[in-house]
């Protein structure tokens, strides 16, 4: 079940709506956190016009995507492998844009931000390993690993299943750029969930980042 937007115009708000890549209820899929997925072949590359911006990214064969929403400044396009679903996935990409925002937060602060929002959502414990700092075209942008490691399985009561209930949690990480265009603020990240883990040995970090998004990027800002 998707979250109700909220603006992005404050701090708090704007962070908040981050979430809602990562806090989508859904199915627990067996998978391990590891860095190999199905991303063999060729990938193509992708661009998406987000408000005055062409943002770009390589899209790796063998995925497709699963969802798409524009409202209120905000922009969302979510990404899965194609034989999985936003109700099921090991593996996720998202791109979030959010209109005007550049000029009030820079990326780093975001997603110390978002980092915080994130804790009030995970059943265990967070890791937050800053990359340091980026840059997409000339555009200044800040990278950190974002994830937890039992995070809550929660299912909203629907017209299939009546009752609301919540499964055995997950252990969810991700890669995080965020990114300052000319007028407003984007948001890429790469997550993958699967078994719980252990903060001191998470299954990304800084030495095999690269290979975890390597079939993504370059990302590109026009």
Not at 73 to 87: H, K, N, R, S
Request: aromatic share 10%; glycine share 8%; proline share 5%.
């Amino acid at each position: 079940m998707k979250l109700a937007l909220c603006s992005p115009i404050g701090l708090f708000q704007g962070a908040s709506v981050l979430l809602l890549c990562s806090l989508i209820g859904s199915e627990p899929v067996q998978a391990t956190l590891d860095i190999a997925r199905s991303e063999s072949g060729a990938a193509h590359t992708h661009v998406l016009p987000v408000f005055g911006q062409q943002l770009g990214f390589n899209l790796p064969a063998g995925w497709k995507q699963a969802y798409h929403e524009e409202q209120a400044g905000m922009f969302m396009a979510e990404y899965v492998p194609e034989q999985e679903a936003l109700t099921q996935w090991s593996a996720l990409f998202c791109v979030q844009g959010f209109k005007d925002m550049a000029e009030s937060i820079s990326p780093e602060r975001f997603l110390d931000a978002m980092a915080q929002i994130y804790k009030s959502t995970c059943d265990g414990e967070v890791v937050y390993q800053k990359l340091g700092d980026t840059e997409v075209d000339g555009h200044e942008g800040f990278k950190a690993i974002l994830g937890c490691t039992a995070m809550p399985n929660i299912h909203n009561a629907t017209q299939v299943n009546p009752k609301a209930y919540a499964s055995i949690p997950q252990g969810e990480i991700g890669y995080y750029t965020v990114v300052s265009g000319n007028k407003d603020l984007y948001l890429l990240h790469k997550s993958m969930r699967g078994a719980v883990f252990s903060v001191d040995k998470p299954p990304l970090q800084a030495d095999n980042s690269q290979d975890f998004i390597s079939a993504l990027v370059p990302f590109s800002l026009k």
